[in-house]
C-alpha cells in the first residue's frame, strides 16, 4: 500500500525533477509571474545576454508602481513612468504576455492569477513578491522569490528548494457573522506569532476554511507569510473548480473535466502526517485588529492595548514601549478608543468584489468621518463594483474611488499615509513606515474599515451589521 | 559571487525582533539599482529622521559601528518583503554577515545569493553577544564558516547553518550554473510532465 501523503507532500512530488545528495531539489515551475520590481532579474538576463526560458509560462503585471488617480497613459511622475515602461519593454522583448495599464484585465499580480484562471490547483507558482502565497487558495504550491531566483526562474523555468517542514493549520467551528477571513488568519498570527510558521508549508483545514468563499481563502493564504511561512494552501473542492470554471486561461471542456479529476486527489490522505499541527476554534474568534507594528500585535476589537509596565519580560517590554511609542497610542488604552485619520481598502489582501461588497454593506447609506481611498485588485473586479453600485455607495460616504494597483498598501506609487497620521486598513503589513514613512498602520477586515470609517475611531462592525443583508 | 571562509570585524547589535526587510531598505529605493549606491540608503528610516538628522541613539550611527562588518540581531530577522534590494544594501555597506537566532525565509535565501553569511545562534546567545558589543563596542568578532564559530572576546560560540548554503558560501557557487549540469533532466521532466499534466500548460489566447 501506498504511503498516505499530505497535498504538499504530493504537491511537491509532482514538481521534483531531481533530489541531490544534499537534499536540494530541483522543481519545475508552471507559471512565474513578473512585475515592476522584476528589473533586477532581467538586468542579469541582459548581462549574460541570455532568452526567458518558457516565455509561454512566465506572466507580467503592472501593479506596484501605477498611478489610482490622473491619467494613466500618460504617467506624470517621471519615475513612476519609467518602471512601468521598464516591465512594459522587459516583457515585450522576451515575448511574456504582459497584463499592462492599457489591458483592462490589469491588476495586482496576486489577484490577476486567480481571476484570469492562470492559477490552477496543482501547479507550482512563483513569483518575486512575498505575497505569491495568495495562491495556495486554489490548492497550488506558490511562494515568493528573491531577485537571483527570479533570474534563476527566468532561465531555466526552475528553482532549488529543500522540502520544507509540513504544517497544518485546522480551524474548527463556525465563524459569527461579522467575522472574516482576514479575522481568522490574523487570529493564527496573533496565536502562532509573526515567526511561527517560519520556513513550513501551511495546508489550512477544518470546517472554518472549508466554509470559506474563494474570496476569504485568498485572503487567507496571502497572509501566511506574515506568519513566515514559505507557503499556505487550502486543498481544491468543488467551491474551487466552480470559481475556475469558464476563466479565460483555464482548461476547457473535456480537457477541465480531466483537469478536475485529477485535481480532485489533491488532498491530504488520511493518517498523513505533518510536521506540527495547529488547531484553532472559530466560534472563538472575534472581529481583529492590529495595535503595533506586527501582524502578530493582533487583539480582539473590544481588547486593550498593553502596557508594558505589567509586562514581566524586559526584552518584551522594551518592543510593546517602542511599538507603542510609534504608533503613537498611550499604554492600555481600549482599542475602540483610538481615533483613525484615514482608510484604505484595497490590496492584494482584501480589494477582491467580495471585499468591496463587505465594505459597501457597511458603508450604505452612512457616510465616513475621514477620507479614504478604495483600489479595487484589478481593472475587472472594478468595472464589476460599478455594475453593482458599489462605487456609488463609496463616493457617497466621502471616500475615493480610484483605479487599481498596490496602491496605499506599500506606498510606492506614491498613495501615502502622511508621517502620524494613522490609517485604518484593508492591507496585510502594519510595518514601521509601511505606507508612508512615519505612517501608522492598523490592519483589518473590509467591514471593520468601513466601520471605523463610519465611526471615525476602530469600532466593533458587528452592531453596525444589524438589520443589513451581508 | 564572493565567497566567504573567514571573517574578523566590528559587529553592530541591532536588538528588535521582527526587523523586517521593509526597515532594511524602505520601499522607496527600490526603484534603485544597485549602481545608485544603495548601501547608502541601509536602515534609512531608523537611522535618520523625518528632517535627515541622524538618529545618534540608532546602534550603526554610534562611531564604534558605523563600519561594521558584521550585523547581530533579534529573532525572526529579515521577515516580510521579498525584496533582495535588502539584502544588496547590507552588503554594498558593507555587512558580510548577519548573526541571529532565526531568519525570514526568503531573505536567507537571498542572502546566500549574494555571499551574505546568515549564522544562527540561540536566543541567549545573540543576548549574550549583544550585551558584550555593548560593553565593548570595539571589540571585533570573528566568524569561521568553515569550523562553523563565532569569536566574540573569550568566549566562542558554535553557530548553525544548512550545509547546502554553507556549501555555496564555501566555494562561492552560482545556482544558474548548478542548473546547468541537469539541462537533460529537466528537458526529460518538462517532456513527460506536458503529456502527464496536459491542464498546465495555460490556454493560448483566443
Ligand atoms: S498589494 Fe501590497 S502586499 Fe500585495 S503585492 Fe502589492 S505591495 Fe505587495
Known amino acids: 500500500m501506498n504511503q498516505p501523503q499530505n497535498i504538499i507532500d504530493k504537491l511537491w512530488a509532482a514538481h521534483e525533477i531531481l533530489r541531490r545528495e544534499d537534499g536540494q531539489s530541483l522543481l519545475w515551475v508552471d507559471r512565474h509571474y513578473v512585475h515592476e520590481g522584476s528589473f533586477h532579474a532581467f538586468g542579469r538576463l541582459a548581462e549574460r545576454g541570455v532568452p526567458v526560458a518558457e516565455p509561454s509560462l512566465t506572466f507580467g503585471v503592472a501593479d506596484h508602481y501605477v498611478p489610482t488617480r490622473g491619467s494613466r497613459r500618460d504617467i506624470a511622475n517621471p519615475e513612476l513612468a519609467r518602471m512601468v515602461r521598464q516591465v512594459e519593454e522587459n516583457t515585450a522583448r522576451h515575448g511574456v504576455k504582459l497584463f499592462g495599464l492599457d489591458d483592462p484585465r490589469q491588476g495586482i499580480v496576486h489577484v490577476v492569477g486567480p481571476e484570469q484562471g492562470l492559477t490552477l490547483p496543482g501547479l507550482l507558482i512563483v513569483c518575486g513578491d512575498s505575497h505569491t502565497s495568495t495562491h495556495g487558495a486554489l490548492g497550488a504550491y506558490a511562494f515568493g522569490i528573491g531577485a537571483s531566483e527570479v533570474a534563476h526562474v527566468l532561465m531555466t523555468q526552475t528553482i532549488w528548494q529543500k522540502k520544507p517542514p509540513r504544517m497544518r493549520i485546522s480551524v474548527d467551528g463556525r465563524a459569527s457573522p461579522g467575522v472574516a477571513a482576514k479575522d481568522i488568519v490574523l487570529s493564527i498570527i496573533a496565536h502562532i506569532g509573526a515567526d511561527g510558521a517560519t520556513r513550513h508549508a501551511i495546508e489550512f483545514a477544518g470546517s472554518a476554511i472549508r466554509a470559506l468563499s474563494i474570496e476569504g481563502r485568498l485572503t487567507l493564504c496571502n497572509m501566511s507569510i506574515e506568519a513566515g511561512a514559505r507557503c499556505g494552501m487550502v486543498a481544491p473542492d468543488q467551491l474551487t473548480f466552480g470559481y475556475l470554471k469558464g476563466r479565460p486561461y483555464a482548461p476547457e471542456g473535456a480537457a477541465f473535466d480531466r483537469a478536475v479529476e485529477e485535481w480532485s486527489s489533491l488532498k491530504t490522505d488520511a493518517d498523513s502526517e505533518f510536521d506540527r499541527e495547529v488547531t484553532l476554534d472559530a466560534n472563538r474568534i472575534a472581529p481583529i485588529v492590529t495595535w503595533g507594528t506586527s501582524p502578530e500585535d493582533a487583539l480582539p476589537i473590544d481588547g486593550s492595548v498593553p502596557d508594558p509596565a505589567r509586562e514581566p519580560d524586559e526584552a518584551r517590554a522594551n518592543y510593546l514601549r517602542g511599538a507603542l511609542e510609534y504608533m503613537g497610542i498611550a499604554p492600555g488604552k481600549r482599542l475602540i478608543d483610538i481615533a483613525v485619520d484615514r482608510v484604505f481598502i484595497g490590496s492584494c489582501t482584501n480589494s477582491r468584489i467580495e471585499d468591496l461588497r463587505a465594505a459597501a454593506a457597511v458603508l450604505s447609506g452612512r457616510t465616513s468621518k475621514v477620507p479614504g481611498l478604495v483600489s479595487a485588485g484589478s481593472s475587472l473586479i472594478k468595472m464589476q463594483a460599478e455594475q453593482e453600485g458599489l462605487d456609488r455607495i463609496f463616493l457617497d460616504a466621502g471616500l475615493e474611488w480610484g483605479e487599481s494597483g498596490c496602491s496605499m498598501c506599500v506606498g510606492i506609487n506614491g498613495d501615502l499615509v502622511a508621517p502620524g497620521e494613522r490609517c485604518a486598513s484593508t492591507t496585510n503589513r502594519n510595518f514601521r513606515g509601511r505606507q508612508g514613512p512615519g505612517a501608522r498602520t492598523h490592519l483589518m477586515s473590509p467591514a471593520m474599515v468601513a466601520a471605523a470609517a463610519v465611526a471615525g475611531h476602530l469600532a466593533d462592525v458587528r452592531p453596525m451589521l444589524a438589520g443589513r443583508k451581508v | ?206
Request: proline share 5%; net charge neutral; glycine share 6%.
Open chain 2, 1 to 206: 559571487m564572493d565567497k566567504f571562509t573567514r571573517l574578523t570585524g566590528r559587529a553592530c547589535p541591532i536588538n528588535q525582533t521582527n526587523l523586517n526587510t521593509d526597515q532594511i531598505l524602505p520601499a522607496r529605493y527600490l526603484k534603485w539599482t544597485r549602481a545608485m549606491g544603495i548601501g547608502k540608503v541601509l536602515f534609512q528610516d531608523l537611522r535618520f529622521d523625518a528632517d535627515g538628522n541622524e538618529r545618534p541613539e540608532f546602534p550603526i550611527n554610534k562611531p564604534a559601528w558605523r563600519n561594521a562588518r558584521i550585523v547581530v540581531g533579534a529573532r525572526n530577522f529579515g521577515c516580510g518583503s521579498s525584496r533582495e534590494a535588502a539584502v544588496y544594501a547590507l552588503y554594498d555597506y558593507g555587512i558580510r554577515c548577519v548573526i541571529a537566532p532565526s531568519y525570514g525565509d526568503i531573505f536567507s535565501g537571498n542572502a546566500i545569493q549574494n555571499g551574505l553569511l546568515t549564522a544562527i545562534v540561540t536566543d541567549e546567545e545573540a543576548a549574550e553577544i549583544m550585551e558584550a558589543l555593548q560593553r565593548t563596542p570595539e571589540m571585533p568578532i570573528t566568524v569561521d564558516l568553515e569550523e562553523q564559530t563565532i569569536l566574540c572576546g573569550n568566549r566562542t560560540y558554535k553557530f548553525s547553518i544548512d550545509p547546502v548554503r554553507r556549501m555555496r558560501l564555501l566555494k562561492g557557487w552560482d545556482d544558474i550554473a548548478l542548473t546547468e549540469n541537469y539541462r537533460d533532466r529537466i528537458s526529460a521532466f518538462k517532456a513527460s510532465d506536458r503529456k502527464a499534466r496536459p491542464w498546465a500548460i495555460p490556454e493560448a489566447e483566443t
